[in-house]
């Protein structure tokens, strides 16, 4: 008989588990959808590249989606056992809610490990091959991005104007450069013509200009500024057209587990590499415990026998699901910026919702209310209306 009731509650769990899970991948996905059709449209990337780029991004997005799905996927049966009664039958069969975990603790188990295997192989093999997929982009295709007499922003720290773009070669013609990258020391570039290249060293998209001007100015005191006019005939200008350089070390989210043992190992314990590698490690592990709480705190919520409708239980745990991922994020600022132990600060979201999980598990195997009289302001408020 319990093996009977198991499978039917696994049964009830995975059809709304799949639906969450591609529903919030979508809705997660649209938000990168603009930048995919620029990338095609404006940009000129080839469909292939765009959907690997998709593919890779599928791993990263799967880290937050994947737990989300699972918790309301595990609300939503046994909610709707719960509306329908089916949890009163099964409890007059002589089941208690400590018996109907083994299955709903498998599944969130489950749920953990796929989480755990994402953080720490899937998403940082997804983010290391984009940066290569873009890097290759960039090689085959120099003149991303370059269109004729518009002012481009899609570069990192500069504005750039082209009079007109040669189709071959990327030969440009009547170019304005604004650098602002050095944010004290701006300078202004003007060039009569100029080349598009991919520096092979550098790992770098370089712009030639030939027979320009560039004028510096800055600021020397409180009331006095500085300017400079140098006329050139070759000048050379790295450019960045991806929100990271396609050259130098790995961020922290792209490398493997090996890799940040090894930062942590060569820099000096408080530096900040040193922290940012601490705190990516612990976020790792710290993510698939706190899938593994989130699936045990959606358990009571679908038992309540005081359920307000089948929407109920959706909209408390969603809820919770936002402040837990609220204080997960935030778990490097505090590391970073408040100088919390940052082998400790991405575990804080864990530690406060296990005791949020105890204390709903303390009330529903006592067929409490979830919300003790005093923090339940609905009745307070019905109180109120009746006096």
């Known amino acids: 008989m319990p093996l009977i009731i198991y499978r039917y509650l696994l049964l009830e769990i995975l059809p709304p588990f799949w639906?969450?899970?591609?529903?919030f991948t979508s809705i997660i996905f649209l938000g990168r959808l603009m930048k995919i059709t620029q990338m095609i449209?404006?940009?000129?990337?080839?469909?292939?590249?765009?959907?690997?780029?998709?593919l890779y991004l599928l791993p990263y997005l799967l880290v937050f989606t994947l737990p989300?799905?699972?918790?309301?996927?595990?609300?939503?049966?046994?909610?709707?056992?719960?509306?329908?009664?089916?949890?009163?039958?099964?409890?007059?069969?002589?089941?208690?809610?400590t018996q109907l975990?083994?299955?709903?603790?498998?599944f969130s188990l489950a749920a953990a490990m796929l989480t755990l295997l994402l953080t720490v192989f899937g998403s940082p093999w997804g983010q290391q091959a984009t940066r290569e997929l873009l890097k290759n982009v960039a090689q085959k295709r120099a003149d991303l991005g370059i269109?004729?007499?518009?002012?481009?922003?899609?570069?990192?720290?500069?504005m750039l104007f082209v009079n007109r773009v040669s189709p071959k070669e990327g030969g440009l013609e009547g170019i304005f450069v604004y650098d602002f990258r050095d944010e004290e020391n701006p300078n202004t570039v003007y060039a009569q013509s100029g080349k598009l290249s991919y520096d092979r060293d550098q790992e770098a998209m370089m712009i030639q200009l030939f027979d320009g001007k560039v004028f510096r100015w800055g600021q020397e005191g409180k009331d006095q500024t500085r300017w400079q006019m140098v006329e050139f005939k070759t000048y050379r200008l790295p450019l960045q057209l991806f929100s990271f350089p396609l050259k130098g070390g790995k961020s922290e989210t792209e490398m493997s587990l090996g890799e940040l043992w090894a930062t942590m190992s060569k820099e000096p314990r408080g530096s900040d590499p040193y922290t940012r590698a601490m705190v990516e490690l612990n976020q790792r592990f710290a993510m698939p415990v706190g899938a593994l709480i989130l699936c045990l705190i959606a358990m009571p919520l679908g038992l309540s026998h005081r359920q307000q409708g089948r929407t109920w239980g959706l909209i408390v745990g969603l809820a919770i699901f936002l402040v837990y991922y609220i204080v997960f994020t935030a778990s490097w600022r505090l590391a970073l910026n408040f100088k919390v132990d940052p082998t400790?600060?991405?575990?804080?979201?864990d530690f406060l919702f296990i005791w949020v999980a105890l204390f709903l598990w303390y009330r529903t195997?006592?067929?409490?209310?979830?919300?003790?009289?005093?923090?339940?302001?609905r009745r307070r408020f019905h109180r109120i209306e009746k006096k």
């Open 147 to 158: 269109q004729e007499q518009v002012f481009n922003t899609d570069f990192h720290g500069l």
């Open 68 to 97: 989300m799905a699972a918790t309301v996927g595990i609300l939503l049966a046994l909610t709707r056992l719960t509306v329908d009664h089916e949890v009163t039958a099964l409890k007059t069969a002589g089941l208690s809610f």
């Open 101 to 106: 975990l083994p299955p709903i603790l498998g």
């Open 19 to 23: 639906v969450s899970l591609l529903a």
């Open 365 to 377: 195997v006592r067929e409490l209310p979830l919300l003790p009289d005093a923090l339940n302001l």
């Open 41 to 54: 449209v404006v940009k000129g990337v080839g469909l292939l590249e765009v959907l690997q780029t998709c």
């Open 344 to 349: 400790l600060a991405p575990w804080t979201s």
